[in-house]
């Protein structure tokens, strides 16, 4: 079993593999547009989450939005009289409606706000504290970056939150921050299908850096060809310019062609390609913590089960890397 790793600068201790919480949320939208992935049962909800803790990923991260508070919720109820064992992360900035479960991208960062969006996620959760507190939206003018931090600071000395990041891949407003605060992690997508430049950065400044769609929003799970479809009440079918592995609900065909041309790689030594995935993040830096999103108990262990096997080996990275390259160069040329 891989040891656990810090955040950053903290005393806070995280498995090496998260439990992404956005699935659990159920359905909600995003400016009128679904941003969720489809239905999910709150008991099996809570299995997963409980599975998860048996088998070492004691790392929760959610956000105030996913299902407007229900992500919260569920893990609260899911962690009763075990908050203990557990390390929550949660994050906040964007305005939503619990009514009507929607989600505006209007963003509130303001020192209020911050404060009356801390108390909502606290009671959700049912806990007196967070550990990891993350801003939201990966963007937001540099004239709040300074109140924004202030605010996070007297949160901490509160006791109401114990360290504070940011989800952005901005590297110039990342750089910003990390010289300006006492951030602990930055969180930014990461998998094999798309490196990012934060894995660097967080490096330099000695942070953790807490890697969202290690699995491609699914299609590094193998379960995806070219005749699949999702439905348009799944985030993976709607009309989000952001959503880029899947489109109109298909998996995009030049992923797909990717990870069969690296399959075999991934999935050496017994790892199957989500453990493969995982152990590819693991192999860019000793401070990556993937956290992929967990609907249920069999997705929970076979994340856990990564961490038997460890971050992939030099070879192997330098091989999918060569691959990749090459793929990408035959594209080009086809193009």
Known sequence: MMKKKKLGHTDIEVSAVGFGCWPIGGQFLLDGHPDGYGEADDSVSIRAIQRALELGIQFFDTADVYGTGHSEEVLGRALKGRRHEAVIATKFGFTYDETTRNVYSKIDVSPDYIVRACERSLRRLGTDYID??????????DDRIDPVIETLERLKEKGWIRAYGWSTEDLEAAEKFAARSGVAAFQHPLNVLADSPMVE???RHGLASINNM???MGLLSGKFNRSSRLSADDVRGSVHAWVRYFRDGRPVPEYLDALDAIRDVLTSGGRTLVQGALSWIWGRGEHTVPIPGIKNPAQAEEAAGAMEFGPLTPEQMAEIDRILRNLNAEMSRAG
């Not at 990891?132 to 003018?141: E, R, V």
């Open 132 to 141: 990891l507190y993350q801003i939201h939206p990966g963007s937001m003018p």
């Open 201 to 203: 950065l967080c490096a």
């Open 214 to 216: 290690p699995l491609a």
